[in-house]
């Protein structure tokens, strides 16, 4: 469960600071409102499903299980880090409402 937890963190500080302070400065009001409506989303769904779950398959398991959801969740971030710049070029800059 540590790793869960550790891994859910990194990605959400790693999302909230490449997104907001490197990527779009002028939009990081909204970026970190997405972020956190996200992040408490996936939160309480964790907090509220991982004992019954843990209880179905086995806490073992249902650890197992979250700690690959960060792994995975974490694998387009990386490209996001190495692929961004080229990405924000091509798609350009977001429009205003």
Request: aromatic letters at 18%; one cysteine or more; hydrophobic letters at 45%.
């Amino acid at each position: 469960m540590v790793v869960a937890c550790f891994g859910v963190q990194i990605i959400a500080s790693v999302c909230y600071t490449y997104s907001c302070s490197d990527c779009y400065r002028h939009r990081s009001n909204d970026v970190s409102l997405c972020f956190n409506f996200i992040r408490q989303i996936f939160g309480m769904t964790l907090g509220f499903y991982s004992i019954p779950f843990g209880e179905r398959i086995g806490f073992e398991w249902s650890f197992t299980v979250f700690s690959a959801l960060c792994v995975v969740s974490f694998l387009p971030i990386i490209a996001l880090m190495y692929h961004g710049k080229r990405w924000r070029v091509v798609l350009g800059e977001p429009s205003t409402y």
